[in-house]
């Protein structure tokens, strides 16, 4: 439920990177593990979250996901934007971090109406829209933007 949730965000995160470079090394960054810390309902439309992951990075570039901003879609209707704090990797490195997140609801939807979404969660269900910028140690950046992404397709090992 919430977890498949979180795990096709974190995985979502990735596919931006892998996207936006071409580096062989880069296509192996994997997501090795996620916990969800907490969350926290703020009111009814908004959630706040803590995320644990590790990610493996073994390639020699040190990055960073830059705020990414990430539109859920259920079946077509817009459920909310997904943010998070910007996400710094290491190079080659294998590190443990918690990411701070937000949900904000679309206007029409409510925590009560979502709920059985997230206790149903059927990833071909949903589709998302990505604007992030990749930003590297040496300042060089990329913004990354991704329309209509099928969540199915980001959480296939």
């Known amino acids: 439920m919430k977890s498949n949730v979180m795990k096709s965000m974190m995985l979502l995160l990735l596919a931006v990177l892998l996207a936006g470079t071409g580096c062989s090394k880069i296509k192996q960054i994997n997501l090795d593990s996620y ?65 701070k997140g937000h949900i904000t609801l679309e206007n029409g939807q409510t925590i009560p109406k979502v709920l059985p979404y997230l206790l149903n969660f059927k990833p071909e269900d949903y589709t998302l829209n990505i604007d992030t910028v990749v930003r590297l140690k040496s300042g060089l950046h990329k913004r990354i933007v991704m329309k209509q992404v099928e969540v199915n397709d980001l959480i296939k090992k």
């Open 35 to 99: 916990k969800i810390k907490s969350v926290v309902p703020d009111g009814l439309k908004n959630v706040d979250m803590v995320i644990n992951i590790v990610v493996d990075n073994p390639a020699a570039l040190h990055f960073t996901v830059d705020s990414p901003v990430v539109e859920v879609y259920r079946k077509g209707s817009h459920i909310g934007t997904f943010t998070t704090e910007p996400i710094t990797v290491a190079a080659k490195s294998k590190d443990s971090q918690d990411v």
